[in-house]
């Protein structure tokens, strides 16, 4: 079984979140492939990974954040066992271990959706 510690460091990032909730309602997850300058930047020298990462400066986020899916979250949740990576194809799926998250991803899935129709009601009531 899962340690409440284990559960928290999994969730802890929102693109974590909504990868292994995109996995508990469709069984797959599409990891944006990096562009060539991205993936040069991941291959680079991992302490200026780990600045470039960790700085505000202005730089495309987009890229920002699919290196950090490739190199932090999906890395991260595959060592875990929570999913398997097929990296060649960029597809995520349910990890042996995946089954121990999905009562808090279910909780997670229903506040969301309960926030979401919350929202329109609100933008509708505007």
């Known amino acids: 079984m899962v340690g409440n510690d284990e559960v928290f460091e999994a969730l802890a990032d929102g693109q974590r979140r909504d990868l292994l909730v995109e996995l508990l309602e469709s ?25 470039y990462l960790s700085t505000d400066r202005e730089s495309n986020a987009g890229d920002k954040e699919r290196i950090r899916m490739h190199l932090v979250h999906v890395p991260k949740l595959a060592d875990d066992r929570f999913i398997e990576w097929d990296r060649d194809d960029y597809v995520a799926t349910r990890g042996p271990r995946f ?15 309960d926030r979401l129709v919350a929202d329109a009601v609100v933008t509708l009531e505007q």
């Open 27 to 51: 069984g797959r997850y599409h990891v944006p492939e990096l562009s060539s300058s991205s993936q040069e930047i991941a291959e680079a020298n991992q302490g200026f990974l780990h600045e």
């Open 99 to 113: 089954d121990e998250l999905v009562p808090v991803l279910e909780l997670i899935d229903e506040l969301r959706d």
